[in-house]
């Protein structure tokens, strides 16, 4: 396994992490692939984002602009996998 | 003719090129919109549901939603607006309370609606609104402007959810007055984020329809990166939202809003926008004019601030919409002097029936009017009035709790955790709080040797309630403080529950 696709499953863990401490515990029957939206699950709500993006901007030390707060970004866990790794 | 169905028919003739809907990757012209609305109807009536019926219609914000309601208003009947993350158990108290003839539901709900149907004796018929099967209309099945056209339950504070009913012209003369201070026209795009089944996203809908304007229909405002760009790519020229939706959007621009010269209005209702919000709603979107409203489902909409009158009046919900009056009132439903506190009182063509099969609620809301055949709607919240007229909410005369710009009850969320394995007492309250107006906060005492955590306690309420039910936080406690006769003493659990710092 390589440098960066280790660093890629440790943050993929532990964003996976995060998200089922914050948002799954309330729904114990979704089982949610790495690849699912969260909206469409319904597992995380408008409000729910807002917290999702401002756990990120403080872990990561990232500065996220307005314009970027989309489905593409923070949809689901492949998405912030993503950005994340783009972005730190 | 004064009837939504007259609406998008006369919709669909005047421009039936015309765009109705954006939805996603989906568009549809008001003629396909009313085609649809057609085949909907015809399959309805195939399955011999009619004129005088309800159907209930579970579906996200979508091209979908808007086809089954107008489908359903084709075939004369009436229909129930529910949000997507009802739960069975309710869905089905809904279907048996107003006694659905039909559920239409989308593909993804279709798994809950057909659980709940069990538990409703009439096992209302699962319809697909993408059914379009081809059929035939009966003759002389259009609704009249005195039928039902729908029913919205909202959340009663007996913990009961009640069916506020609302005939054709009742909904029409509301979108109707509420199109005529908004200025709005065909040439309106009108950006929809907050939900169909929540009477201020359904009349964004009804809005567009009567005056062929072209709704852009969204999930919801999860994304506010996605809403921007809607509002610039679709050219949206009127924003509807609530306090926490404006608060989210205007935090995540900060300074850097992009010029969206198309938007020309942005309607607030639900609670007051704080003032810092105000300011940065102005710095963000210099050319949109800001509507203050103040409502409520029974009657839709009671008052509009002009946009020119914020600076003046920036607490006011402003004067009763057009064609209706409201007054504060006395203990006798007379007008008080400007500046006495009293209940709202309305009258006009857009106050409600009453509500489906509750004379007793309906007797509480709607007292004795003018006329023999005229019933005024008593509010139920407490305002006063100033020298001109303009109007200010100064609070509710019951206990209900506004969260995110939706009615809570705090009993219907009492009884589903009193429902819980270990709970002993329950109590819910609305605690301030700056982004949601008030949060639910449920305060438990578990039964003796019950081993409850808040999470579990919320993942209970999850299960079991619509998403904006579920309370914000849960706190454990040995007790509760009691009045002499036993009851939760709410006033003394609120002064507690001021003095913790809100921790979120």
């Known amino acids: ?88 | 003719m004064t009837t939504l169905d007259a609406d998008l028919r006369r919709a669909a003739a005047a421009d039936p090129a015309k765009e109705a809907l954006v939805a996603g990757a989906r568009r549809m012209s008001f003629a396909e919109l009313d085609a649809a609305a057609s085949a909907l109807g015809a399959r309805l009536h195939a399955l011999g549901v009619g004129r005088g019926e309800r159907v209930a219609v579970l579906a996200p914000n979508g091209a979908e939603a808007a086809v089954a309601i107008y489908g359903t208003l084709r075939a004369g009947a009436a229909f129930v607006p529910l949000n997507p993350t009802i739960k069975a158990d309710k869905l089905a108290y809904v279907l048996r309370d107003c006694d659905a003839a039909a559920v239409v539901v989308d593909a993804r709900l279709a798994p809950l609606a057909e659980a709940a149907r069990a538990d409703a004796p009439r096992r209302p018929v699962l319809v697909s609104p993408d059914d379009t099967r081809t059929g035939r209309l009966r003759a002389g099945s259009a609704p009249l402007s005195v039928d039902l056209a729908a029913i919205v339950y909202t959340s009663g504070s007996t913990g009961r959810p009640k069916g506020v009913t609302l005939t054709h012209a009742n909904m029409a003369f509301a979108a109707g007055a509420i199109v005529e201070y908004l200025e709005m026209d065909a040439e309106d795009r009108i950006l929809c984020v907050v939900p169909l089944s929540f009477d201020y996203g359904l009349y964004q809908l009804l809005m567009c329809v009567r005056v062929g304007a072209t709704l852009v229909l969204e999930r919801g405002f999860a994304f506010p990166g996605r809403v921007l760009e809607l509002l610039r790519e679709e050219r949206v020229s009127g924003l509807p939202a609530v306090p926490t939706i404006f608060q989210v959007l205007t935090a995540a621009l900060g300074e850097r809003a992009p010029d969206l010269p198309h938007l020309r209005f942005l309607t607030n209702t639900a609670a007051a926008l704080a003032p810092p919000t105000i300011d940065a709603l102005r710095a963000a979107f210099p050319r949109a004019r800001l509507y203050s409203m103040y409502g409520l489902t029974e009657c839709k909409r009671v008052s509009w601030l002009a946009p020119e009158q914020l600076d003046a009046r920036p607490e006011s919900v402003g004067i009763p919409i057009p064609g209706t009056e409201a007054w504060v009132a006395d203990e006798h439903g007379e007008p008080l002097p400007a500046g006495e506190v009293g209940e709202l009182l309305v009258r006009g063509a857009h106050v409600m029936q009453g509500y489906w099969n509750d004379p007793d609620a309906t007797a509480q809301r709607l007292r004795p009017g003018r006329w023999p055949w005229e019933r005024v709607l008593a509010t139920g919240d407490l305002f006063r009035a100033d020298e001109e007229g303009y109007l200010y909410f100064v609070g509710r005369r019951d206990d209900i709790i506004k969260s995110r710009g939706e009615k809570v009850a705090p009993r219907e969320v009492e009884a589903v955790l009193h429902a819980a394995e270990g709970v002993r007492m329950a109590a819910v309250l609305g605690v301030p709080d700056p982004l949601l107006g008030e949060a639910i906060v449920a305060y438990v005492v578990p039964q003796e040797g019950a081993a409850l955590t808040p999470a579990a306690l919320r993942r209970h309420c999850a299960a079991h309630l619509e998403d904006y039910m579920v309370p914000a936080r849960v706190e454990l406690r040995e007790a509760l403080p009691t009045t002499p006769n036993g009851k939760v003493d709410r006033r003394a659990l609120a002064r507690e529950a001021g003095e913790t710092p809100a921790a979120r």
């Open chain 1, 1 to 88: 396994m390589g440098e960066t696709e280790q660093v890629g499953t440790e943050l993929r863990a532990e964003l996976r992490a995060y998200v089922e401490e914050a948002f799954l515990y309330l729904h114990p029957d979704v089982e949610l692939g790495d690849g699912d939206g969260f909206l469409e699950l319904g597992i995380v709500d408008s409000l729910g984002f807002v917290e999702l993006v401002e756990e990120i901007q403080g872990r990561y030390g990232i500065a996220v602009e307005a314009l970027e707060i989309t489905e593409e970004n923070f949809g689901s866990i492949d998405a912030l996998v993503a950005f994340v790794q783009r972005r730190r």
